[in-house]
């Protein structure tokens, strides 16, 4: 019954960031940071729940990120985005890494690729997450000008 409420959870997570998407509806979860100009939001979902729920959206993060390795478990997805009165706006002009850290402490730090995302573009990239527990993700936000913002998540995986 608690797997059942952690997954319910998670997709609700997952689904609020796909329906912040849209105009009228935006859902904060509990993966999302506020920053003086803008909000990041993390989603992560495993490969296998991509592939058998959404088959659509896997071919298309497998065309923007390559395959995943045989190692990869997971993706992890980044919006970066803000409210302009009753509109939501995502930003794309920035450059976006992601370092995750295992339970086990061991970490992986990628590059994360853009790709269109109904209304505006996201970031996102394929992570070995195999054990579960409580994972560090740190967000690396590059601007223009060459500035570096970072930003800590906890996500437990059960």
Known sequence: MVRLVALVAFLLGILGLSLAQEEDVLIKTPLTKKLPDMNVSLGIISIEELKRSFPRAYSLLEKHHGS????????????????EGDRVTY???????????????????????????????NFGGWFQMAEKGLYSVNVYIRDEKGKVRKLNFDYLLQ
Do not use: F, I, M
């Open 68 to 83: 995943p390795t045989k190692y990869d478990t997971h993706h992890l997805a980044v919006a970066l985005w803000r409210e």
């Open 91 to 121: 930003l794309s002009n920035y450059r976006v890494e992601a370092e995750v850290r295992s339970p086990l402490l061991r970490a992986q730090r990628k590059d994360l690729h853009k790709y269109p995302h109904q209304h505006g573009d």
